[in-house]
């Protein structure tokens, strides 16, 4: 059993002294002998700091009671900082009557002064030591909800701040791929996406050319032949393709000469809203500003004919727009789009790219305002 600490206050009980120095000897506990006088005093509040609400016992004449109990309930409360209750009310049966006693205060211990100090230190003894069991369980018990409620808390606060970490670490993430003014990805996430989908479009095409040949075509001299038939047949359709759109802005140094830099940014932010326009791309497609003026558009599953029709949608959209400046003065801007498909030899991003970006310079140096498919031009 734990150690145990029982108070008794003598004030009015000095005729059970002798008693409580018995009780003191043979007890399982331990036994303090004070009196309230010696608790008032500020020397005896160290040794209430060494106890604890688990195993202490107070007890005290009933006459002393309430102003006792109501001192080092204070007490004791701001030490532990926790609801201290375990307080044993002594009473001489001479001066009380125990069913009034035990119907307002079952922490109660009635002193029998004319019995046998032997069988009193006995039955003193059993009384504490069952309050003292029932405290220690009451206390484990309500240690044990207020330990489980805590690891509940806890965890949902655990959970909680995980997810507030996930979506700051999101979000961080979100916003270095994020351009802040046109709110597309940025450079960096553009050629994440494109080493993807690449990667993506190599494995399938790997897959597609080394799949087992029919018996009869089992032939070396016509395997390559077939493979390149697969191949040309999937980018007549769209799978194990990809294309992608440059996309220039016409005269954008003119407008920021002409009307300001804070104009220029505001025809970027509004062309990065029509981007993600409803109707004009794919939800699958993915555009960002690849720099300055200048946008890619990647499209998944798309070969170059194919991918002329969000190119010309996006053209269309553009031209129902008008721009103005502060001063309310009305323009429109033009783009010019050149497009290119993955081609199997591409050893990384920079060859579609280029070949992109020489189509969209072609239509730039032709009149500007198109769109040009490299393959159809170079090749």
């Not at 002294?17 to 506990?29: D, G, H, K, N, R």
């Amino acid at each position: 059993m734990d150690s145990n600490y029982l108070l008794l206050f003598t004030d009015k009980l000095d005729r059970f002294y002798e008693l409580f120095e018995s009780i003191q000897e043979a007890a399982p506990f331990k036994v303090d002998i004070s009196k309230v006088s010696d608790f008032l005093a500020s020397k005896f509040k160290s040794t209430l700091d060494l106890f604890k609400p688990s195993d202490i016992y107070i007890g005290i004449n009933g006459d002393y009671f309430s102003e006792v109990e109501q001192h080092i309930r204070g007490y004791l409360d701001s030490i532990e900082k926790k609801p201290f209750t375990n307080f044993l009310n002594l009473f001489d049966k001479s001066e009380c009557d125990l069913p009034t006693i035990y119907g307002s205060n079952k922490n109660c211990y009635i002193l029998a002064g004319e019995a046998d100090f032997r069988n009193e230190i006995v039955s003193f003894n059993l009384f504490v030591k069952s309050l003292f069991d029932k405290a220690m369980l009451s206390f484990r018990l309500s240690d044990y909800i207020y330990n489980s409620f805590k690891e509940v808390v806890f965890g949902e606060l655990l959970k909680k701040k995980t997810k507030e970490l996930e979506m700051l670490k999101e979000e961080l993430e979100r916003t270095n791929r994020i351009d802040n003014l046109t709110n597309l990805y940025n450079r960096r996430a553009l050629f994440e996406f494109l080493d993807n989908e690449r990667s993506r479009t190599t494995r399938y095409l790997q897959h597609v050319s080394g799949a087992p040949l029919a018996e009869k075509d089992r032939s070396e001299d016509r395997s390559e032949s077939l493979k390149d038939e697969l191949i040309d047949e999937i980018k007549v359709g769209n799978y194990g393709i990809f294309s992608i759109m440059m996309i220039d802005l016409d005269h954008f140094k003119k407008i920021n000469d002409t009307y300001g830099h804070l104009i220029g940014d505001k025809v970027l932010k509004n062309l990065g809203q029509l981007f993600t326009r409803e109707g004009v791309l794919r939800k699958q497609d993915i555009v960002g500003r690849f720099g300055g003026e200048e946008f890619i558009v990647i499209l998944p599953n798309t070969n170059g004919n194919n991918a002329l029709g969000p190119a010309i949608r996006l053209a269309r959209e553009l031209d129902k727009v008008d721009f103005s400046t502060n001063d309310n003065i009305k323009f429109r801007v033009t783009l010019s789009i050149g497009i290119s498909e993955y081609h199997p030899s591409d050893r990384d991003n920079e060859a579609i790219i280029h070949r992109a970006d020489k189509a969209m310079y072609y239509a730039k140096q032709h009149g500007r305002n198109q769109i040009i498919i490299y393959e159809k031009i170079f090749n």
